[in-house]
């Protein structure tokens, strides 16, 4: 997943009481006031909150006009700055995406990048079918999602986290990929995207030699 730095707490890297520019020219936060390190250990205790099962999961306070039975169909799992999120909620008005990140400044960002849009969309009501949580997807994603729930997933250019001693890591392994399995429906869609080449080929072996995907 694309993860960062361990979170020392749930702020902005600001001042406390002082709110984030926005940018003049698109009313957007700002990037450079939530940076952090670009890498994290996925299998650290990290403080969390999470549901005891997806029953649990409050998705109104994340869509506020979500329908009566509407789940969440499509996750992008470490959703980074969450350019290809906004784009899901373009492409898919009619779908609810969510975005999962572990990096507490960079979910903020993602958050109230949303929450700016869906201001100024409010006549159109645009951007309510997506949102951003900060959770660790490698510990915790049967805790948010039913089973055979998602249509898709994406897993765009996760950490390759090259030194082999940390290949256990990695997003893509055979214990993962059952429980994408399990929250995907029959015909789900995995959708996978790096430039490290050998990355991708631990990918494509991890997900041919298990027995419940095939690839397209």
């Known amino acids: 997943v694309a993860t960062g730095g361990q979170a020392q707490d749930q702020s902005h890297n600001q001042e406390p009481g ?10 957007l936060p700002q990037k450079r006031y939530y940076r952090q390190r670009a890498h994290s250990n996925p299998i650290a205790d990290h403080s969390f909150d999470y549901p005891a099962r997806p029953e649990d999961v409050d998705w109104r306070s994340m869509y506020p006009s979500i329908q009566q039975g509407q789940q969440v169909s499509f996750a992008d799992i470490g959703c980074g700055y969450g350019g290809f ?17 572990i990096r507490v400044k960079v979910s903020d960002y993602v958050v109230d ?7 100024k969309g409010a006549d159109t009501g645009a951007y ?9 997807a ?12 998602l249509e898709k997933m994406f897993f765009l250019y ?17 214990a993962l990929l059952s429980e994408y399995a399990y929250v995907l429906r029959k015909g789900g869609l995995v959708y996978t995207m790096t430039d490290v080449e050998d990355l991708h080929k631990w990918i494509v072996a991890h997900m ?6 095939e690839r397209l």
């Open 18 to 27: 002082v709110l984030c520019p926005t940018s003049a020219v698109t009313g």
């Open 85 to 101: 999120l906004i784009t899901l909620g373009e492409m898919f008005p009619e779908k609810l995406s969510i975005g999962m990140e």
């Open 113 to 119: 990048r949303i929450a700016a849009l869906r201001r």
């Open 128 to 136: 309510q079918n997506v949102a951003c949580l900060r959770t660790n």
């Open 138 to 149: 490698m510990k915790y994603l049967p805790n948010y999602f039913a089973k055979g729930q």
């Open 158 to 174: 996760p950490d390759p986290h090259f030194k082999r001693a940390k290949h256990k890591w990695r997003i893509i392994n055979q």
């Open 208 to 213: 041919e030699e298990h027995p419940l995907y």
